[in-house]
């Protein structure tokens, strides 16, 4: 079973700056668009970020100005930079890697953006 595995989640403060991270085998990450989402209780799962392997990003309007997505080729690892949070932030973030064989998820790590 293909497992990425996200970390970097937490509470933090309004305002403050959250780095997640998620790791990949080589066989999904490599020549794929990793991506984020999130979800929080009685919503669908939303878009937040990705970049392609060719450089393409793409953002949620609502994270544009305040999140950068970005990848480390070398440890098959994507990050979510996530600056200037705000309460709404608030949510589980899954890591997402865009195959030919489908869309792998990994079980995502907890947000929290509360004073």
């Known amino acids: 079973q293909v497992q990425l595995v996200e970390s970097g989640g937490g509470l933090v403060q309004p305002g403050e700056s959250l780095r997640l991270s998620c790791v990949a085998p080589?066989?999904?990450?490599?020549?794929?668009?990793m991506g984020w989402y999130r979800q929080t209780p009685g919503k669908q799962r939303e878009f937040v970020a990705s970049?392609?392997?060719?450089?393409?990003?793409d953002y949620a309007d609502v994270v544009k100005g305040r999140f950068s997505i970005s990848r480390d080729t070398a440890k098959n690892t994507v990050f979510l930079q996530m600056n200037r949070l705000k309460p709404e932030d608030t949510a589980v973030y899954y890591c997402s890697a865009a195959t030919i064989a489908g869309v792998f998820w990994g079980r995502g790590t907890l947000v929290t953006v509360s004073s």
């Open positions: 080589e066989s999904i990450f490599s020549g794929n668009t």
């Open positions: 970049l392609s392997a060719h450089g393409d990003l």
